[in-house]
Antibody
């Protein structure tokens, strides 16, 4: 069965960096676009970024462009999100999800806390 | 880009029908048939309920239906059940090749 498992969240100071990972299994990872979506505490869903199957095309939301970098390793069935220059408003649960236009499968999320 | 516009809350009694609207612009909802709807229960990951405006994934009850007209997409839940109580989010592809979500609608089953 399809599984997406995020990791790498934690407490980081403003201005710091964090790298999230998403381990995929149960499907042919290299055949699917992958997406990061986040949710601030008590708030709605916010699309963050997606990456093409080959990893050569990436798009970002205005709020993270220039600070976050999405990448993937198809040999390791893994998706990543490098987050730099973190701000308080970047805090929340980060979900990885399969697909470009819609997402049938989601991970359980990993919590990022930005605080001094 | 601003979020798609959804009502903050809707409510209905068991067995009734409710509709949640999702209003965008000519560069997102109005431009593409890539509108999807998600259900989220507290502390759970979202669940895809509708994709490509009106298509239901396997396992989603046919009580859930959706459509689009102009810049507004709509999700209708008929025969409301207690387990339908959740937050619902719409999402659309955009002309910038990005995605955008609605602000979310809290459905209360009375």
């Amino acid at each position: 069965q399809v599984q997406l498992v995020e990791s790498g969240g934690g407490l980081v100071e403003p201005g710091g960096s964090l790298r999230l990972s998403c381990a995929a299994s149960g499907f042919t990872f290299r055949d699917y676009y992958m997406t990061w979506i986040r949710q601030a505490p008590g708030k709605g869903l916010e699309w963050v970024s997606y990456i093409s199957t080959s990893g050569t095309t990436m798009y970002y939301s205005d709020s993270v462009r220039g600070r976050f970098t999405i990448s993937r390793d198809n040999a390791k069935n893994s998706l990543y999100l490098q987050m730099n220059s973190l701000r308080a408003e970047d805090a929340g649960v980060y979900f990885c999800a399969r697909g470009k236009y819609s997402h049938t499968f989601w991970g359980q999320g990993t919590l990022v806390t930005v605080s001094s | 880009q601003s979020a798609l516009t959804q009502p903050a809350s809707v409510s209905g009694s068991p067995g009734q029908s409710i509709t949640i609207s999702c209003t965008g612009t000519s560069t997102d909802v109005g431009a593409y048939d890539y509108v999807s709807w998600y259900q989220q229960h507290p502390d759970k990951a979202p669940r895809l309920m509708i994709y490509d405006v009106f298509k239901r994934p396997s396992g989603v009850p046919d009580r859930f239906s959706a459509s689009k007209s102009g810049y507004t997409a709509s999700l209708t839940i008929s025969g409301l059940q207690a387990e339908d109580e959740a937050d619902y989010y719409c999402s659309s592809y955009t002309s910038s090749s990005t995605r955008i979500f609605g602000g979310g609608t809290k459905l209360t089953v009375l």
